[in-house]
């Protein structure tokens, strides 16, 4: 079983470092992480450090679970609106998932040169583009090439809209 705990962040920016002290004890005392800054330059750098973070880790918990056929964890990263590039959805996705899963095969993954890039949208959802090397072996099949994920961040979570 496994456990997820959700910490919430909260980014102020005011210029007045009394209002950002004032806020810091009342934002901690419910309990949620705080950053600050004076200037919406240095937050948005503080934004942009947080979101890579999450998606970096997130990409290395995915890998695991993958890796570990651990097919709940595993599945949690997706979208129930994920689309692979044949257009399939998520229910046929996750089937195939589950089948391929329950041999629990050893399997070795490697993902390197990893690039996440903000991904524009007119549907106003926080996006990024992943792409990265991937290495994959297992007895049954053996993959050098490239990974490509389109996801978004949403409630402090990475779901994954689709993946080539």
Do not use: C, H
């Not at 097919?71 to 399939?88: E, N």
Request: hydrophobic share 45%; charged share 30%; no cysteine.
């Amino acid at each position: 079983m496994s456990i997820l705990f959700k910490i919430k962040n909260i980014l102020v920016i005011d210029d007045e470092s009394t209002v950002r002290a004032l806020l810091k004890e009342i934002i901690m005392d419910m309990n949620y992480g705080f950053f600050e800054a004076a200037r919406a330059e240095k937050g948005l750098k503080i934004l942009e450090k947080e979101e890579i973070s999450l998606i970096m880790s997130s990409i290395f918990k995915w890998k695991d679970a993958w890796r570990s056929s651990d097919i709940d964890a595993y599945l949690a990263f997706y979208s129930k609106d994920f689309k692979r590039a044949d257009k399939s959805g998520f229910a046929l996705f996750s089937e195939q998932k589950k089948s391929i899963f329950a041999k629990n095969e050893q399997k070795t993954i490697k993902l390197t040169n990893i690039d996440v890039s903000p991904y524009p949208n007119s549907i106003g959802k926080n996006m990024f583009k992943v792409l990265m090397d991937e290495e994959y072996l297992s007895p049954a099949v053996k993959f050098t090439g490239k990974k490509e994920l389109f996801l978004e961040i949403a409630d402090n979570q990475i779901k994954i809209l689709s993946e080539d």
